[in-house]
């Protein structure tokens, strides 16, 4: 976390203003945080439970190695399970429908290895949830409308007759 709140910061407080709130925010200057010695020396603090709990500092050279090689600047998890998000822009010459229509054929012929799973998520998520909703809202509205209207003639055959 030290680490962490040194390159990317850590909101401490927030500033009120009149119309919006500022995130105060703490974290270390910029000659340091691309100073890549005085990363490797700062210093972690703990309370060494084995010493009666005395108050240490070390520095992170002490346990950490530096390897420079090529992975994902950070891991994202939707529902628990690793994800990577790719996303752009349609231009406003193309209709959005058919680029996602290509985009989701292309992605239907191409061959994932196995464990990996791909689909489109984002828009078209979100269309395919709230037209889940709306029909579920319907067949319920639809039902309660039956009930209510059975309650008020008290059978359902009686409904018949007034329906035609």
Excluded: H, W
């Excluded at 909703?133 to 007759?161: D, E, P, R, Y």
């Amino acid at each position: 976390m030290a680490l962490r709140t040194a390159l990317y910061g850590k909101e401490v407080s927030k500033y009120r203003d009149i119309n919006e709130d500022y995130e105060i925010n703490v974290r270390a200057r910029e000659d340091q945080r691309n100073n890549l010695e005085a990363l490797r020396n700062m210093k972690v603090t703990y309370r060494d439970m084995a010493m009666n709990g005395v108050i240490r500092q070390v520095p992170i050279s002490s346990f950490a190695n530096i390897d420079y090689i090529n992975t994902y600047g950070g891991i994202k998890r939707k529902q628990q399970k690793r994800i990577i998000i790719l996303s752009s822009n349609v231009l406003s010459e193309y209709n959005a429908n058919e680029v996602v229509a290509n985009i989701q054929r292309e992605i239907n012929e191409f061959k994932a290895p196995a464990g990996i799973e791909i689909k489109m998520a984002g828009e078209q998520e979100e269309q395919m949830e709230t037209a889940a909703f709306l029909g579920t809202a319907l067949v319920s509205a639809l039902f309660i409308i039956l009930i209510i209207l059975v309650l008020q003639f008290n059978s359902i055959s009686k409904l018949g007759c007034y329906f035609k």
